[in-house]
């Protein structure tokens, strides 16, 4: 009884097999593994130029990096340095303003004496 029916299943397998085999064309199959071949070429080569890229992009980044923490130091000691040299000398204005009332001209007498063009004007 289980050899009987066994053997219907793998009959009844088979006949399925065999239609299937007749709804699906072996060269569209064909056509179609070629084509996956083909994009997997193409994804592999994508892959390993942007592999490439990311460690070039990463070198860089490495040589870049120490030159621009450093000049951002030297940036912020620039800064601290003209903040000090402008309270200095606002400070040094005060007090020549304040000994010498008239050694600085109003904004009237500086508009007067400054014929320069303003270059942030539009023409």
Known sequence: MADQESESIRSASEAF?????????SQHLDSIKQSQNLILGRLQDSNAVLSHFN??????????????SRNTRLLRSMKSDLD???????????????TYPDAFPDNSTI???DQRPDLEMPR
């Open 17 to 25: 097999s065999k239609e299937f085999e007749t709804l699906v064309d």
């Open 111 to 113: 508009e007067a004496l």
């Open 55 to 68: 460690e070039y992009s990463e070198n860089c980044f490495v040589e870049v990096s120490a030159d621009f």
């Open 84 to 98: 000090y040299i402008f309270q200095k000398l606002r400070s040094l204005k005060a007090k020549i303003a304040a």
